[in-house]
């Protein structure tokens, strides 16, 4: 079976190092790039499955590398940097990152989060364009029809639940922060809106999830957004 190719944009040796071993250990082709302009080059030639993106770059700052890759492609980038602030993980999120690892980071982590991104992948792949239904674990949409259903039983969302569902649905796997959900939900992002959400979200867990308190389905990035999990 192949596996995916990765592409390492990290500056500093002893993190890359760190990084290619623990791909290769685990079967992962991989090229690598110690700069923003290598980067972009080597994202539009080599087409690489995943981009591992440092942002403090000797050349440009990593969330532009990630605005520009996003100019073209949707290939999943996955941040992993030393700036821990929300403010920095939302900026990159909005920008485009998938995903956001903070350094010091365990490759264990690392791991895990390449499964997801991979997981995300594949769906998408093998996702018949002509299907109007999504499937994850007990949780089904039909779009189409506009409904529901959990363990074939039909939900009973209001209008903002079930749109925020398919959201979470269409994105799954992918962190998506405060900003860009009610921006795609109400057209706007204000503080006022970000309440709302918090409300609509409490709500429609309690919908979906056996045990709200421990939620398999919608997982919370505090301060940041909320990603829906692959099962």
Same mark, same amino acid.
């Given at each position: 079976?192949?596996?995916?190719? /990765? $592409?390492?944009?990290?500056?500093?040796?002893?993190?890359?190092?760190?990084?290619?071993?623990?791909?290769?250990?685990?079967?992962?082709?991989?090229?690598?790039?110690?700069?923003?302009?290598?980067?972009?080059?080597?994202?539009?030639?080599?087409? +690489?499955? %995943?981009?591992?993106?440092?942002?403090?770059? +000797?050349?440009?700052?990593?969330?532009?590398?990630?605005?520009?890759?996003?100019? !073209?492609?949707?290939? #999943? %980038?996955?941040?992993?940097?030393?700036?821990?602030?929300?403010?920095?993980?939302?900026?990159?999120?909005?920008?485009?990152?998938?995903?956001?690892?903070?350094? +010091?980071?365990?490759?264990?982590?690392?791991?895990?989060?390449?499964?997801?991104?991979?997981?995300?992948? *594949?769906?998408? =792949?093998?996702?018949? #364009?002509?299907?109007?239904?999504?499937? *994850?674990?007990?949780?089904? /949409?039909?779009?189409?029809?506009?409904?529901?259903? /959990?363990?074939?039983?039909?939900?009973?969302?209001? +209008?903002?639940?079930?749109?925020?569902?398919?959201? $979470?649905?269409?994105?799954?796997?992918?962190?998506?922060?405060?900003?860009? %959900?009610? =921006?795609? %939900? !109400?057209?706007?992002?204000?503080?006022?809106?970000?309440?709302?959400?918090?409300?609509?979200?409490?709500?429609?867990?309690?919908?979906?999830?056996?045990? #709200?308190?421990? #939620?398999?389905?919608?997982?919370?990035?505090?301060?940041?957004?909320?990603?829906?999990?692959?099962?």
């Amino acid at each position: 079976m192949v596996k995916a190719h /990765i $592409l390492i944009v990290e500056d500093d040796k002893a993190v890359k190092n760190l990084i290619s071993t623990a791909l290769e250990m685990d079967g992962y082709s991989f090229s690598s790039a110690g700069n923003g302009s290598q980067a972009i080059l080597a994202a539009a030639s080599g087409k +690489p499955d %995943i981009v591992l993106l440092d942002l403090g770059l +000797p050349d440009m700052d990593g969330v532009q590398v990630i605005e520009k890759i996003r100019s !073209w492609s949707q290939m #999943p %980038i996955i941040v992993i940097s030393a700036r821990s602030e929300d403010r920095d993980k939302i900026e990159a999120l909005d920008a485009g990152a998938d995903d956001y690892l903070t350094k +010091p980071f365990s490759i264990d982590e690392l791991r895990a989060r390449l499964r997801v991104t991979l997981r995300r992948l *594949n769906a998408l =792949k093998n996702q018949d #364009p002509e299907s109007h239904l999504f499937s *994850n674990g007990s949780l089904t /949409i039909d779009y189409s029809a506009g409904y529901a259903m /959990i363990d074939g039983k039909e939900l009973h969302l209001t +209008p903002y639940e079930y749109k925020l569902l398919c959201l $979470l649905a269409q994105n799954v796997g992918k962190v998506l922060t405060h900003a860009y %959900i009610t =921006k795609e %939900i !109400w057209g706007t992002s204000w503080e006022g809106d970000v309440a709302s959400l918090r409300v609509f979200m409490a709500s429609l867990r309690k919908k979906i999830e056996k045990d #709200p308190a421990h #939620p398999e389905y919608i997982q919370t990035h505090v301060g940041v957004g909320y990603r829906m999990l692959r099962q």
